[in-house]
């Protein structure tokens, strides 16, 4: 909250809902909303019978002092001191000078809350300079890190877009980039997650995609993560990151060298990550699937496309299934495997797809799920080619 030029992050249940300010008596009603005195004291002298907040009727109009939260108001006013434009300003001019002091302060500030956030984003040069402790040499990590961590707060908090971000770290005339990517590979789990998602967020078109996939260590150190890291998190945001900076046929072919098709096969085959980390990784397993190499992986790896089929039957969305589609249409029926058919058949996967038909799928799901059905049918060697006899209560379309 902005206060004659000062901002204040103010507690919601310190505030009055009335006068939206500090209480400075907090008193409690008959139905257990607290007010200030004084805003309270003018609703009912004001001739209204009711709690401004819940619109009940008040079968009393007395109050009583609510002295637990006055405590806590008192003790929260001691150690909250107050940030003005001016204060960020001198942030800005450490920063600048590199008297790299201030980010504690910062990030200190940055993480409370997304109106912290807003508000220093607010004040001119505010992100230009604390990205620009990236270009500087003398920076250690713990430095960078910081500033990493500040970066990714301030995006996650609207402060600033993704264009601004991609030209502030990767459309410098000083590489900055390259301390993304070292906090990456030396930070403190954090960090690494908060530069995993400024990767993301800044891989914006095929220019910037390549130039963060060609990092040295970037790819293998983004590999090592997804296969270490158990919190479903931060293995989300390794995903998301490896999706959007996956875009060329050299990135896809070196990722699939480096043994991301394992990878991927393992996580999809644990039933302990949740559905968002199954999409994903159906979503990054799709955009390799095109490659040679990783059309090899998928039908040569002896669990993954039996894990793809076994995600079939979980309950996904509707793009993740499509996906799932795709990958299978792909090794099944646009380039025939014969390893990845039998995969499909010794995990009942035409029966999976048969039920897919029968869902509002799209019309193009519909259609590969028809081809798929067709490559088994007249797999002699199926015990699902007499589909006409055993699964007669299913009708595609």
């Known amino acids: 909250m902005v206060r004659n030029n000062l901002f204040v992050n103010i507690p919601s249940y310190f505030q009055c809902p009335i006068s939206l300010d500090v209480m400075k008596s907090p008193v409690s009603l008959c139905t257990g909303v607290t007010y200030d005195r004084s805003s309270i004291q003018t609703w009912l002298d004001n001739g209204n019978n009711t709690c401004p907040a819940t619109r009940q009727v008040l079968p009393s109009k007395d109050f009583v002092p609510n002295l637990t939260l006055h405590r806590l108001i008192q003790v929260w006013a001691a150690q909250s001191p107050a940030v003005s434009s001016q204060m960020v300003r001198a942030w800005i001019a450490d920063v600048e000078s590199r008297r790299f002091g201030a980010l504690p302060k910062i990030l200190d500030f940055v993480s409370g809350s997304d ?12 992100v230009a300079a604390v990205a620009g402790v990236l270009g500087n040499a003398g920076a250690g990590i713990e430095v960078l ?16 877009t993704r264009e601004e971000m991609e030209r502030l ?13 070292l906090v990456l ?5 954090d960090s690494k997650i908060a530069s995993a998602r400024i990767l993301e967020a800044i891989a914006i078109d095929v220019e910037s995609k390549r130039a963060i996939s060609e990092k040295d260590v970037l790819l293998s150190e983004l590999l090592r993560l997804l296969s270490s890291e158990t919190d479903s998190i931060h293995l989300d945001s390794v995903l998301s990151c490896l999706i959007a900076i996956t875009a ?19 996580t999809l085959s644990e039933s302990t990550h949740p559905n968002s980390t199954a999409e994903k990784s159906l979503k990054l397993l799709l955009t390799i699937s095109n490659s040679r190499d990783g059309h090899t992986a998928i039908c040569e790896d002896p669990i ?5 089929v076994e995600r079939l039957s979980m ?20 380039n025939r495997d014969s390893k990845a058919q039998a995969a499909v058949e010794r995990s009942n996967g035409l029966t999976k797809i048969l039920l897919l038909m029968q869902t509002n799928c799209s019309m193009n799901v519909r259609k590969m799920c028809s081809d798929l059905v067709k490559i088994f049918r007249v797999n002699s060697k199926s015990c699902l080619a007499c589909y006409d006899t055993k699964t007669t209560h299913i009708t595609p379309y």
């Open 115 to 126: 109106e912290n956030r807003r508000f220093v984003t607010s004040v001119d040069g505010f």
């Open 304 to 308: 993954c496309v039996a894990a793809v």
């Open 145 to 160: 890190e910081s500033v990493v961590r500040v970066l990714d707060l301030v995006m996650a908090g609207n402060g600033v």
């Open 185 to 189: 590979e030396k930070g403190s789990p």
């Open 248 to 266: 060329t046929r050299q990135t896809k072919t070196q990722l699939v060298r480096s043994g991301l098709v394992q990878t991927l096969a393992k």
């Open 169 to 181: 770290i990767l459309r410098s005339n000083i590489d900055r980039l390259s301390s993304v990517v």
């Open 315 to 334: 309950k996904l969305s509707s793009s993740a299934a499509a996906d799932a589609v795709t990958v299978l249409w792909s090794v099944c029926y646009l």
